[in-house]
Protein backbone atom coordinates (compact mmCIF):
# COMPACT_ATOMS: atom_id res chain seq x y z
CA UNK A 1 0.00 0.00 0.00
CA UNK A 2 1.38 3.66 -0.85
CA UNK A 3 2.35 6.08 2.10
CA UNK A 4 -0.02 8.18 0.75
CA UNK A 5 -2.85 5.78 1.20
CA UNK A 6 -1.88 4.34 4.54
CA UNK A 7 -1.87 8.65 5.55
CA UNK A 8 -5.19 8.61 4.04
CA UNK A 9 -6.54 5.61 6.10
CA UNK A 10 -4.81 6.71 9.16
CA UNK A 11 -6.34 10.32 8.99
CA UNK A 12 -10.03 8.64 8.02
CA UNK A 13 -9.61 6.03 10.99
CA UNK A 14 -9.08 8.98 13.40
CA UNK A 15 -11.84 11.35 11.68
CA UNK A 16 -14.96 8.35 12.08
CA UNK A 17 -13.45 7.39 15.71
CA UNK A 18 -14.19 11.26 16.87
CA UNK A 19 -16.96 11.83 14.87
CA UNK A 20 -19.37 8.82 14.38
CA UNK A 21 -21.30 8.83 17.74
CA UNK A 22 -21.17 5.34 19.56
CA UNK A 23 -25.32 4.99 18.95
CA UNK A 24 -24.38 4.96 15.16
CA UNK A 25 -21.80 2.01 15.55
CA UNK A 26 -24.57 -0.61 15.55
CA UNK A 27 -26.06 -1.55 13.54
CA UNK A 28 -30.02 -0.47 12.13
CA UNK A 29 -32.30 -3.00 12.69
CA UNK A 30 -35.57 -1.68 11.35
CA UNK A 31 -36.28 1.36 8.43
CA UNK A 32 -37.26 3.98 10.72
CA UNK A 33 -32.97 3.27 12.39
CA UNK A 34 -31.92 4.05 9.05
CA UNK A 35 -31.91 7.37 7.48
CA UNK A 36 -33.54 7.79 3.87
CA UNK A 37 -33.42 11.83 3.70
CA UNK A 38 -36.16 13.86 2.09
CA UNK A 39 -37.99 16.58 2.71
CA UNK A 40 -40.16 15.23 5.17
CA UNK A 41 -36.49 13.94 6.85
CA UNK A 42 -36.84 12.94 10.39
CA UNK A 43 -34.63 11.99 12.48
CA UNK A 44 -34.64 8.71 15.25
CA UNK A 45 -32.04 10.66 17.34
CA UNK A 46 -29.97 13.29 17.74
CA UNK A 47 -27.27 11.25 17.02
CA UNK A 48 -28.61 9.76 13.94
CA UNK A 49 -28.75 13.92 12.81
CA UNK A 50 -24.77 14.81 13.86
CA UNK A 51 -23.40 11.79 12.07
CA UNK A 52 -26.19 12.63 8.97
CA UNK A 53 -24.84 16.28 9.29
CA UNK A 54 -21.05 15.60 9.39
CA UNK A 55 -20.97 12.94 6.81
CA UNK A 56 -22.61 15.02 4.23
CA UNK A 57 -20.34 18.19 5.36
CA UNK A 58 -17.16 15.87 3.88
CA UNK A 59 -19.21 14.43 0.77
CA UNK A 60 -18.70 11.02 2.38
CA UNK A 61 -22.29 10.15 1.36
CA UNK A 62 -20.91 9.48 -1.79
CA UNK A 63 -17.31 9.74 -1.18
CA UNK A 64 -16.80 8.39 -4.99
CA UNK A 65 -18.95 11.36 -6.45
CA UNK A 66 -17.21 14.44 -8.33
CA UNK A 67 -16.87 17.73 -5.16
CA UNK A 68 -18.84 19.62 -7.71
CA UNK A 69 -21.90 17.43 -7.40
CA UNK A 70 -22.05 17.27 -3.29
CA UNK A 71 -19.36 14.34 -4.09
CA UNK A 72 -15.93 13.77 -1.83
CA UNK A 73 -14.07 13.32 -4.86
CA UNK A 74 -12.39 10.51 -3.32
CA UNK A 75 -10.18 7.70 -5.32
CA UNK A 76 -11.53 4.34 -6.27
CA UNK A 77 -8.67 3.12 -3.55
CA UNK A 78 -9.83 5.78 -0.86
CA UNK A 79 -13.27 5.06 -1.56
CA UNK A 80 -12.67 1.84 -0.65
CA UNK A 81 -10.63 2.03 2.44
CA UNK A 82 -13.16 4.35 4.00
CA UNK A 83 -15.53 1.51 3.50
CA UNK A 84 -13.06 -0.81 5.49
CA UNK A 85 -12.70 1.96 8.22
CA UNK A 86 -16.46 1.87 8.68
CA UNK A 87 -17.14 -1.60 8.65
CA UNK A 88 -14.32 -1.65 11.26
CA UNK A 89 -15.79 0.55 13.70
CA UNK A 90 -19.34 -0.58 12.66
CA UNK A 91 -20.54 2.82 11.54
CA UNK A 92 -23.64 2.93 9.95
CA UNK A 93 -24.45 4.31 6.47
CA UNK A 94 -25.36 7.90 7.79
CA UNK A 95 -27.94 7.86 4.77
CA UNK A 96 -30.43 5.28 2.55
CA UNK A 97 -30.73 6.69 -0.62
CA UNK A 98 -32.18 5.12 -3.76
CA UNK A 99 -30.80 8.33 -5.26
CA UNK A 100 -27.46 6.98 -4.40
CA UNK A 101 -27.86 3.80 -5.19
CA UNK A 102 -29.35 3.78 -8.59
CA UNK A 103 -30.50 7.04 -9.82
CA UNK A 104 -27.10 8.86 -9.35
CA UNK A 105 -24.81 6.81 -11.17
CA UNK A 106 -27.27 6.24 -14.27
CA UNK A 107 -27.38 10.72 -14.25
CA UNK A 108 -23.71 10.38 -13.96
CA UNK A 109 -23.40 8.65 -16.76
CA UNK A 110 -26.18 9.53 -19.07
CA UNK A 111 -27.71 13.33 -17.55
CA UNK A 112 -26.80 16.55 -19.40
CA UNK A 113 -24.80 19.13 -17.07
CA UNK A 114 -27.60 21.35 -15.74
CA UNK A 115 -29.20 17.63 -14.42
CA UNK A 116 -26.42 16.77 -12.94
CA UNK A 117 -26.25 20.06 -10.96
CA UNK A 118 -29.38 20.25 -10.10
CA UNK A 119 -30.35 16.51 -9.14
CA UNK A 120 -26.54 15.57 -7.71
CA UNK A 121 -25.95 17.46 -4.64
CA UNK A 122 -29.58 17.14 -3.83
CA UNK A 123 -29.34 13.55 -3.45
CA UNK A 124 -25.85 14.00 -1.68
CA UNK A 125 -27.17 15.85 0.76
CA UNK A 126 -30.56 14.02 1.44
CA UNK A 127 -32.70 16.61 0.23
CA UNK A 128 -34.62 14.78 -1.80
CA UNK A 129 -35.83 11.06 -1.51
CA UNK A 130 -36.82 9.29 -5.06
CA UNK A 131 -38.74 6.23 -5.69
CA UNK A 132 -38.19 3.95 -9.07
CA UNK A 133 -41.25 4.17 -11.56
CA UNK A 134 -40.04 0.67 -13.93
CA UNK A 135 -42.92 -2.27 -12.86
CA UNK A 136 -46.52 -2.48 -14.44
CA UNK A 137 -49.18 -5.00 -13.76
CA UNK A 138 -48.14 -6.47 -16.91
CA UNK A 139 -44.81 -5.60 -17.34
CA UNK A 140 -42.78 -6.80 -14.69
CA UNK A 141 -39.93 -9.23 -15.79
CA UNK A 142 -40.81 -8.06 -18.73
CA UNK A 143 -40.01 -4.79 -18.39
CA UNK A 144 -39.87 -3.75 -21.98
CA UNK A 145 -43.62 -4.29 -22.34
CA UNK A 146 -44.37 -0.81 -20.37
CA UNK A 147 -47.41 0.75 -21.41
CA UNK A 148 -47.15 4.16 -19.48
CA UNK A 149 -47.54 6.65 -22.08
CA UNK A 150 -45.59 10.14 -22.84
CA UNK A 151 -47.73 12.49 -25.18
CA UNK A 152 -45.29 14.82 -26.72
CA UNK A 153 -47.16 18.54 -25.86
CA UNK A 154 -44.69 21.02 -27.32
CA UNK A 155 -42.79 22.01 -24.56
CA UNK A 156 -43.81 19.06 -21.94
CA UNK A 157 -45.32 15.46 -21.93
CA UNK A 158 -48.43 14.58 -20.31
CA UNK A 159 -47.96 10.86 -18.52
CA UNK A 160 -50.45 8.80 -18.15
CA UNK A 161 -50.27 5.27 -16.89
CA UNK A 162 -49.64 3.07 -13.88
CA UNK A 163 -46.44 1.52 -12.02
CA UNK A 164 -47.02 -1.27 -9.58
CA UNK A 165 -44.25 -2.32 -6.25
CA UNK A 166 -43.13 1.48 -6.20
CA UNK A 167 -41.04 0.91 -3.37
CA UNK A 168 -41.84 3.94 -0.96
CA UNK A 169 -43.76 5.54 -3.58
CA UNK A 170 -45.76 7.65 -0.79
CA UNK A 171 -42.93 8.79 0.77
CA UNK A 172 -40.68 10.00 -2.50
CA UNK A 173 -40.38 13.58 -3.01
CA UNK A 174 -39.48 12.76 -7.12
CA UNK A 175 -39.77 9.73 -9.25
CA UNK A 176 -37.62 8.53 -12.05
CA UNK A 177 -39.86 6.83 -14.69
CA UNK A 178 -40.02 4.81 -17.75
CA UNK A 179 -42.79 5.30 -20.26
CA UNK A 180 -43.53 5.45 -23.78
CA UNK A 181 -42.93 7.88 -25.84
CA UNK A 182 -43.30 6.33 -29.56
CA UNK A 183 -46.01 3.25 -29.62
CA UNK A 184 -44.88 2.16 -32.98
CA UNK A 185 -41.35 1.75 -32.58
CA UNK A 186 -40.13 -2.42 -31.34
CA UNK A 187 -40.78 -3.01 -27.31
CA UNK A 188 -37.41 -2.28 -26.56
CA UNK A 189 -37.12 0.94 -28.46
CA UNK A 190 -39.93 3.63 -28.10
CA UNK A 191 -39.65 4.36 -24.30
CA UNK A 192 -38.27 7.41 -22.62
CA UNK A 193 -36.75 7.67 -19.36
CA UNK A 194 -38.39 10.89 -17.24
CA UNK A 195 -38.09 12.83 -13.87
CA UNK A 196 -40.69 14.18 -11.82
CA UNK A 197 -42.04 15.97 -8.63
CA UNK A 198 -44.45 13.18 -7.17
CA UNK A 199 -46.60 16.19 -5.86
CA UNK A 200 -47.05 17.14 -9.78
CA UNK A 201 -50.91 16.98 -10.32
CA UNK A 202 -52.13 13.63 -11.41
CA UNK A 203 -49.45 11.95 -9.39
CA UNK A 204 -51.40 9.50 -6.49
CA UNK A 205 -50.15 6.40 -4.87
CA UNK A 206 -51.93 3.62 -2.73
CA UNK A 207 -49.40 1.23 -0.18
CA UNK A 208 -49.88 -2.58 -0.96
CA UNK A 209 -50.20 -4.67 2.28
CA UNK A 210 -47.58 -7.34 2.49
CA UNK A 211 -47.69 -10.72 3.96
CA UNK A 212 -45.11 -9.32 6.27
CA UNK A 213 -47.74 -6.88 7.78
CA UNK A 214 -45.87 -3.88 6.60
CA UNK A 215 -45.41 -2.03 3.10
CA UNK A 216 -43.13 -0.43 1.43
CA UNK A 217 -44.67 -0.94 -1.94
CA UNK A 218 -47.46 0.96 -3.39
CA UNK A 219 -48.97 1.30 -6.85
CA UNK A 220 -48.47 4.64 -8.33
CA UNK A 221 -51.04 6.28 -10.79
CA UNK A 222 -50.35 8.87 -13.69
CA UNK A 223 -53.18 11.06 -14.73
CA UNK A 224 -52.53 13.68 -17.10
CA UNK A 225 -49.06 14.58 -15.23
CA UNK A 226 -46.98 17.31 -16.94
CA UNK A 227 -43.67 17.03 -17.09
CA UNK A 228 -41.49 19.81 -18.60
CA UNK A 229 -39.30 18.84 -21.44
CA UNK A 230 -35.59 19.28 -19.58
CA UNK A 231 -36.53 16.01 -17.62
CA UNK A 232 -36.14 13.63 -20.36
CA UNK A 233 -32.74 11.98 -19.19
CA UNK A 234 -30.63 10.93 -22.65
CA UNK A 235 -32.11 10.73 -25.85
CA UNK A 236 -36.11 10.64 -27.02
CA UNK A 237 -37.01 6.66 -27.23
CA UNK A 238 -33.51 5.65 -26.38
CA UNK A 239 -34.64 5.47 -22.42
CA UNK A 240 -34.00 1.56 -22.42
CA UNK A 241 -30.37 2.49 -22.70
CA UNK A 242 -30.28 4.27 -19.37
CA UNK A 243 -32.43 1.88 -17.88
CA UNK A 244 -30.61 -0.96 -18.05
CA UNK A 245 -27.36 0.61 -16.60
CA UNK A 246 -29.43 1.47 -13.86
CA UNK A 247 -30.73 -1.66 -13.33
CA UNK A 248 -27.11 -2.88 -13.09
CA UNK A 249 -26.71 -0.46 -10.36
CA UNK A 250 -30.31 -1.65 -8.75
CA UNK A 251 -29.24 -5.44 -8.94
CA UNK A 252 -25.88 -4.87 -7.06
CA UNK A 253 -27.92 -2.99 -4.52
CA UNK A 254 -30.35 -6.25 -3.95
CA UNK A 255 -27.37 -8.70 -4.22
CA UNK A 256 -25.91 -6.03 -1.70
CA UNK A 257 -28.59 -8.00 0.81
CA UNK A 258 -26.58 -10.91 0.75
CA UNK A 259 -23.96 -9.33 3.33
CA UNK A 260 -26.24 -7.20 5.82
CA UNK A 261 -25.89 -8.20 9.11
CA UNK A 262 -28.40 -6.93 11.48
CA UNK A 263 -27.26 -6.75 15.34
CA UNK A 264 -25.12 -9.58 16.63
CA UNK A 265 -23.35 -12.77 14.15
CA UNK A 266 -25.43 -15.20 12.91
CA UNK A 267 -23.57 -17.49 14.79
CA UNK A 268 -23.75 -15.53 17.95
CA UNK A 269 -27.22 -15.05 17.96
CA UNK A 270 -28.30 -18.64 17.26
CA UNK A 271 -26.11 -19.59 20.39
CA UNK A 272 -27.45 -16.94 22.48
CA UNK A 273 -31.34 -18.73 21.14
CA UNK A 274 -30.22 -22.23 21.73
CA UNK A 275 -27.79 -22.24 23.89
CA UNK A 276 -24.10 -23.68 24.14
CA UNK A 277 -22.21 -26.79 24.86
CA UNK A 278 -19.26 -26.97 27.52
CA UNK A 279 -17.00 -25.74 24.93
CA UNK A 280 -19.11 -22.53 24.34
CA UNK A 281 -20.10 -23.43 21.15
CA UNK A 282 -23.83 -23.64 19.76
CA UNK A 283 -25.06 -26.54 21.40
CA UNK A 284 -26.85 -27.90 18.14
CA UNK A 285 -24.28 -29.79 16.12
CA UNK A 286 -26.11 -29.74 12.41
CA UNK A 287 -27.62 -26.02 12.58
CA UNK A 288 -24.04 -25.19 14.13
CA UNK A 289 -23.08 -26.65 10.45
CA UNK A 290 -25.61 -24.66 8.20
CA UNK A 291 -24.50 -21.38 10.17
CA UNK A 292 -20.46 -21.82 9.11
CA UNK A 293 -21.59 -23.03 5.88
CA UNK A 294 -23.83 -19.75 5.22
CA UNK A 295 -21.07 -17.59 7.07
CA UNK A 296 -18.14 -19.19 4.87
CA UNK A 297 -20.29 -18.21 1.86
CA UNK A 298 -21.33 -14.92 3.26
CA UNK A 299 -17.71 -14.12 3.49
CA UNK A 300 -16.91 -15.33 0.02
CA UNK A 301 -19.43 -13.33 -1.34
CA UNK A 302 -18.49 -10.13 0.12
CA UNK A 303 -15.23 -10.50 -1.42
CA UNK A 304 -16.53 -11.08 -4.45
CA UNK A 305 -18.73 -7.72 -4.53
CA UNK A 306 -15.71 -5.90 -3.37
CA UNK A 307 -13.76 -7.42 -6.56
CA UNK A 308 -16.69 -6.44 -9.15
CA UNK A 309 -16.86 -2.78 -7.81
CA UNK A 310 -13.51 -2.95 -8.35
CA UNK A 311 -13.86 -4.08 -11.76
CA UNK A 312 -17.02 -2.09 -12.91
CA UNK A 313 -14.71 1.34 -12.03
CA UNK A 314 -11.98 0.30 -13.89
CA UNK A 315 -14.19 -0.55 -16.78
CA UNK A 316 -13.48 -4.28 -17.14
CA UNK A 317 -16.24 -5.95 -15.22
CA UNK A 318 -19.15 -7.78 -17.62
CA UNK A 319 -22.15 -5.92 -17.16
CA UNK A 320 -23.91 -9.52 -16.94
CA UNK A 321 -21.68 -9.89 -13.99
CA UNK A 322 -24.65 -8.06 -11.56
CA UNK A 323 -27.15 -10.75 -12.88
CA UNK A 324 -24.66 -13.12 -10.63
CA UNK A 325 -24.66 -10.81 -7.94
CA UNK A 326 -28.05 -9.93 -7.72
CA UNK A 327 -28.58 -14.30 -8.07
CA UNK A 328 -26.24 -15.14 -4.97
CA UNK A 329 -27.11 -11.93 -2.84
CA UNK A 330 -30.68 -12.60 -3.29
CA UNK A 331 -30.31 -16.39 -2.36
CA UNK A 332 -27.68 -15.44 0.38
CA UNK A 333 -30.39 -13.52 2.18
CA UNK A 334 -32.91 -15.72 1.89
CA UNK A 335 -30.65 -17.95 3.91
CA UNK A 336 -30.20 -16.37 6.80
CA UNK A 337 -33.58 -15.38 7.52
CA UNK A 338 -34.74 -19.06 7.32
CA UNK A 339 -31.13 -19.88 9.64
CA UNK A 340 -32.68 -17.12 12.21
CA UNK A 341 -35.92 -18.40 12.10
CA UNK A 342 -34.60 -22.28 12.62
CA UNK A 343 -32.54 -20.81 15.55
CA UNK A 344 -35.34 -18.95 17.61
CA UNK A 345 -37.73 -21.16 16.79
CA UNK A 346 -41.01 -20.76 18.49
CA UNK A 347 -39.67 -17.25 19.86
CA UNK A 348 -39.22 -16.61 15.97
CA UNK A 349 -43.01 -15.82 15.64
CA UNK A 350 -43.76 -13.65 18.06
CA UNK A 351 -45.29 -10.94 15.94
CA UNK A 352 -46.01 -7.73 18.27
CA UNK A 353 -44.19 -7.87 21.16
CA UNK A 354 -41.59 -5.69 22.27
CA UNK A 355 -39.23 -8.00 23.14
CA UNK A 356 -39.28 -9.50 19.14
CA UNK A 357 -38.59 -5.74 17.76
CA UNK A 358 -42.46 -6.37 16.32
CA UNK A 359 -41.38 -9.13 15.27
CA UNK A 360 -38.72 -8.06 12.94
CA UNK A 361 -37.49 -12.45 12.94
CA UNK A 362 -40.69 -13.25 11.18
CA UNK A 363 -41.24 -10.14 8.83
CA UNK A 364 -37.97 -10.04 7.86
CA UNK A 365 -38.41 -13.86 6.76
CA UNK A 366 -41.42 -12.73 5.22
CA UNK A 367 -40.21 -9.73 3.17
CA UNK A 368 -37.36 -11.84 2.35
CA UNK A 369 -39.09 -13.95 -0.17
CA UNK A 370 -39.54 -11.31 -2.29
CA UNK A 371 -35.49 -10.87 -2.93
CA UNK A 372 -36.25 -13.40 -5.74
CA UNK A 373 -38.39 -11.43 -7.43
CA UNK A 374 -37.95 -8.14 -7.51
CA UNK A 375 -35.08 -6.74 -10.01
CA UNK A 376 -35.83 -9.33 -12.15
CA UNK A 377 -36.52 -12.89 -10.69
CA UNK A 378 -33.97 -15.06 -9.88
CA UNK A 379 -35.21 -17.34 -13.65
CA UNK A 380 -34.57 -14.01 -15.76
CA UNK A 381 -31.07 -13.45 -13.58
CA UNK A 382 -29.86 -17.37 -14.26
CA UNK A 383 -30.99 -16.80 -17.99
CA UNK A 384 -29.03 -13.63 -18.17
CA UNK A 385 -26.16 -15.52 -17.18
CA UNK A 386 -26.40 -18.64 -18.95
CA UNK A 387 -26.33 -16.61 -22.31
CA UNK A 388 -24.18 -13.45 -21.84
CA UNK A 389 -21.30 -14.87 -19.36
CA UNK A 390 -21.64 -18.45 -20.16
CA UNK A 391 -22.46 -18.34 -23.50
CA UNK A 392 -24.95 -21.19 -23.60
CA UNK A 393 -27.59 -21.61 -26.55
CA UNK A 394 -31.00 -20.77 -26.42
CA UNK A 395 -33.50 -23.99 -24.78
Not at 71 to 78: C, E, I, N
Not at 91 to 119: T, V
Not at 285 to 306: C, G
Request: hydrophobic residues 35%.
Amino acid sequence: MSTALETFRAETRAWLEANCPPEMRTPALTDEDRCWGGRNATFSSQAQKDWFDRMVAKGWTVPDWPQEYGGGGLSRDQTKVLREEMRRLGCRSPLDSFGIWMLGPALLQYGNEAQKREHLPKIARGEIRWCQGYSEPNAGSDLASLQTRAEDKGDHFLVNGSKIWTSYANKADWIFCLVRTNPKAKKHEGISFLLFDMTTPGVSTRPILLISGKSPFCETFFDDVRVPKENLVHELDKGWTVAKALLTHERNMIGGMGERNKGASLGQMAADAVGRDALGRLDDAQLRARVASFEVDELAFRYAMERSIDLMKTGQANPAFSSVLKYYGSELNKRRNELTMSALGADGLEWESERSSGGAAARDWLRSKANSIEGGTSEVQLNIVSKRILGLPDA
